[in-house]
């Protein structure tokens, strides 16, 4: 196992960090010192670290990171080797390949994280792609499936479905055997998502289809509305989204880039017997992190083992070029996940 002391010395080791709220110009490469490794952790060795939109909203002073995560150094997701493990650790060993999700400070070249809070990496991933994985499938999973409850046959709406957590939730949806229609802004990211097995793309880019999007939804449905939604978009969307549920249909809300305000009306809602309900892993105690981990290595994992799920990379920026990384993403021109990779 290769155990070290329960008290060690803090490590100084390389990260990005947010020195003031900005754009992307204000992130900058430093020393920070690492917490000595505790006896329920391991130490990885990133290979990878992926970008989220929670990561511009941290640079911007709009999200602060919740306790515990480092204050400074952005990043939710990574990929890497174990290099030890802390005296209470019974299921990684040196040398495993892990990924997984943590509250903050994956723009590192070394991670300490709860042991139970790691995942392995598929055996058909390489490193620098599992770092495009955590994220984006654990939050399409949980929401989709183990909040929306989403069964094989019925009809999952995505919205943002080229982000990256919509091409998880498309991949996940077609894998369990449900119908899955996505929206987005751009003709192109559905013409890319369709390759990943989406049959029903909406555009909702324009002023001239905006208003008809509900409607192609539930045309795509067969008339009968969706059962689960997963919203990536929030406000702006919210109006158009009450139009094409189902009866009992189940609305989860990931994301609210379009506005964090809504009017909708709430008889209709209750007419329809739906449930809406907002999510966000970030928060949630080690416990819960824990519980998502364990479950979605085995229940899911061996979709990535067999390649019928896949992560979805458009481009791998090295760390020292993290800004432009950052301008990328908030340019919306990414298709699936942006990663910054570490050197080995």
Same mark, same amino acid.
């Given at each position: 196992?290769?155990?070290?002391?329960?008290?060690?010395?803090? *490590?100084?080791?390389?990260?990005?960090?947010?020195?003031?709220?900005?754009?992307?110009?204000? *992130?900058?490469?430093?020393?920070? &010192?690492?917490?000595?490794?505790?006896?329920? &952790?391991?130490?990885?060795?990133?290979?990878?670290?992926?970008?989220?939109?929670?990561?511009?909203?941290?640079?911007?002073?709009?999200?602060?990171?919740?306790?515990?995560?480092?204050?400074?150094?952005?990043?939710?997701?990574?990929?890497?080797?174990?290099?030890?493990?802390?005296?209470?650790?019974?299921?990684?060993?040196?040398?495993?390949?892990?990924?997984?999700?943590?509250?903050?400070?994956?723009?590192? =070249?070394?991670?300490?994280?709860?042991?139970?809070?790691?995942?392995?990496?598929? =055996?058909?991933?390489?490193?620098?792609?599992?770092?495009?994985?955590?994220?984006?499938? *654990?939050?399409?999973?949980?929401?989709?499936?183990? &909040?929306?409850?989403?069964?094989?046959?019925?009809?999952?709406?995505?919205?943002?479905?080229?982000?990256?957590?919509?091409?998880?939730?498309?991949?996940?949806?077609?894998?369990?055997?449900?119908?899955?229609?996505?929206?987005?802004?751009?003709?192109?990211?559905?013409?890319?998502?369709?390759?990943?097995?989406?049959?029903?793309?909406?555009?909702?880019?324009?002023?001239?289809?905006?208003?008809?999007?509900?409607?192609?939804?539930?045309?795509?449905?067969?008339?009968?509305?969706?059962?689960?939604?997963?919203?990536?978009?929030?406000?702006?969307?919210?109006?158009?989204?009450?139009?094409?549920?189902?009866?009992?249909?189940?609305?989860?809300?990931?994301?609210?880039?379009?506005?964090?305000?809504?009017?909708?009306? *709430?008889?209709?809602?209750?007419?329809?017997?739906?449930?809406?309900?907002?999510?966000?892993?970030?928060?949630?105690?080690?416990?819960?992190?824990?519980?998502?981990?364990?479950?979605? =290595?085995?229940?899911?994992?061996?979709?990535?083992?067999?390649?019928?799920?896949?992560?979805?990379?458009?481009?791998?920026?090295?760390?020292?070029?993290?800004?432009?990384?950052?301008?990328?993403?908030?340019?919306?021109?990414?298709?699936?996940?942006?990663?910054?990779?570490?050197?080995?």
């Amino acid at each position: 196992m290769n155990h070290v002391p329960d008290s060690p010395a803090a *490590l100084d080791i390389q990260a990005i960090c947010i020195p003031e709220p900005g754009g992307p110009e204000v *992130l900058a490469f430093t020393r920070v &010192q690492l917490p000595p490794l505790l006896p329920d &952790q391991v130490r990885v060795r990133v290979r990878a670290s992926g970008l989220n939109r929670a990561d511009l909203l941290e640079r911007r002073g709009g999200y602060a990171p919740p306790p515990g995560a480092p204050p400074r150094v952005p990043g939710l997701e990574y990929a890497g080797v174990v290099e030890a493990v802390g005296s209470a650790c019974t299921l990684r060993q040196v040398g495993d390949r892990v990924m997984g999700i943590v509250a903050g400070g994956a723009y590192a =070249e070394v991670l300490h994280v709860a042991e139970r809070e790691t995942l392995r990496v598929p =055996e058909a991933s390489d490193l620098v792609e599992a770092a495009a994985i955590p994220e984006a499938f *654990l939050t399409a999973w949980d929401a989709a499936f183990r &909040q929306g409850g989403l069964a094989p046959g019925e009809t999952l709406l995505v919205h943002a479905v080229g982000s990256g957590v919509g091409t998880a939730a498309l991949q996940l949806g077609r894998w369990a055997g449900a119908r899955v229609i996505g929206t987005s802004r751009t003709a192109e990211k559905l013409d890319r998502a369709s390759e990943l097995g989406l049959e029903h793309g909406v555009l909702t880019g324009t002023e001239e289809v905006h208003a008809s999007w509900p409607a192609q939804v539930r045309a795509a449905s067969g008339g009968h509305g969706v059962d689960v939604v997963l919203d990536l978009v929030g406000g702006g969307y919210a109006p158009g989204t009450l139009d094409t549920l189902a009866p009992g249909a189940r609305w989860i809300v990931v994301g609210v880039p379009s506005g964090r305000e809504a009017s909708l009306d *709430l008889r209709r809602l209750m007419a329809l017997r739906a449930g809406l309900r907002g999510t966000m892993l970030r928060s949630r105690a080690p416990e819960e992190k824990a519980d998502l981990a364990r479950g979605f =290595e085995a229940t899911v994992m061996h979709g990535f083992d067999r390649g019928a799920l896949r992560p979805v990379v458009d481009r791998v920026f090295p760390a020292e070029e993290v800004v432009e990384a950052h301008r990328l993403m908030e340019s919306n021109r990414n298709f699936g996940k942006i990663l910054l990779t570490w050197p080995s």
